[in-house]
Structure formats: C-alpha cells, structure tokens
C-alpha cells in the first residue's frame, strides 16, 4: 500500500468517504446485514435496486430472505447459514426473485466484517448471473 492511501484510511473520515463512493459507484449489488441471528439489512446501494427492484430505504430493517421464493434451494441456504454461524465466508449461487417476482439466478459473495475479533456486520456482493 502507498504512504497516501494507508494515511487516507486511518482516519475514520477518509475511510468512510472512500467506502461511501466505493458502495455507491459499484456495478455489482452491495448489501449490509447486521450481525444479529436475523441478519437484518441495514444498507443497499443503488445497484441493488437495479438488480432485485427492491428500493434501498424501503428493505432497511427487513432480511435478504426477501428474495427467496419457491425455486430458491434450500441446500445452498443451509450453506449459506452454516458460514455465517462459522463466522465464515460464503459465495454461491441460486435462484432469487426480484420485487415483482421475476425470478433469476444471483451470484454472490458474502463476508464478515470485523472490529479485531468481533463480527460487527456482514457484506454481500451479488450479480445476476445467465437467464433462467
């Protein structure tokens, strides 16, 4: 890492506004649980909307379980569950269906994040993958 950049991230303002414009610019869909049992979404960006239909501020408090329908597999959630209960990473794919029930195959990435040792959050990064 460069002298500039590590200088930029070690005050909280520099970081957060270089995480604000790396979230908000993203072509992939960024989305942010809490880290409680029900993982609860706390952020969204605007490719999100894009991606699913669903606006950010209207899921702010709901879960990612939103876009689950009938032909979303079970296995893959169950995976999913175990990697977060690990404290684990996660990627995969399944089917997802958008706010109007379109369904469609989503890619995604899920990771923690932590303050030292504590999970304080979890990230997912997602695109749709090839039509159904």
């Known amino acids: 890492m460069s002298?500039?950049?590590?200088?930029?991230?070690?005050?909280?303002?520099?970081?957060?506004?270089?995480?604000?414009?790396?979230?908000?610019?993203?072509?992939?869909?960024?989305?942010?649980?809490?880290?409680?049992?029900?993982?609860?979404?706390?952020?969204?960006?605007?490719?999100?909307?894009?991606?699913?239909?669903?606006?950010?501020?209207?899921i702010i408090g709901m879960t990612p379980r939103i876009l689950q329908g009938p032909g979303t597999d079970s296995t893959m959630i169950a995976r999913l569950s175990d990697a977060l209960k690990s404290g684990g990473k996660f990627e995969g794919k399944a089917i997802n269906y958008k706010k109007d029930d379109t369904p469609f195959i989503m890619y995604w990435r899920v990771l923690p994040i932590k303050v030292g040792k504590t999970i304080t959050a979890w990230v997912a990064i997602q695109r749709e993958g090839s039509v159904i």
């Open 3 to 58: 002298a500039k950049f590590e200088k930029l991230m070690n005050g909280a303002d520099g970081a957060l506004a270089l995480l604000q414009v790396l979230a908000e610019n993203s072509f992939d869909s960024v989305l942010i649980t809490d880290a409680s049992a029900e993982g609860k979404i706390i952020y969204a960006n605007k490719s999100f909307k894009k991606l699913t239909g669903h606006d950010p501020t209207e």
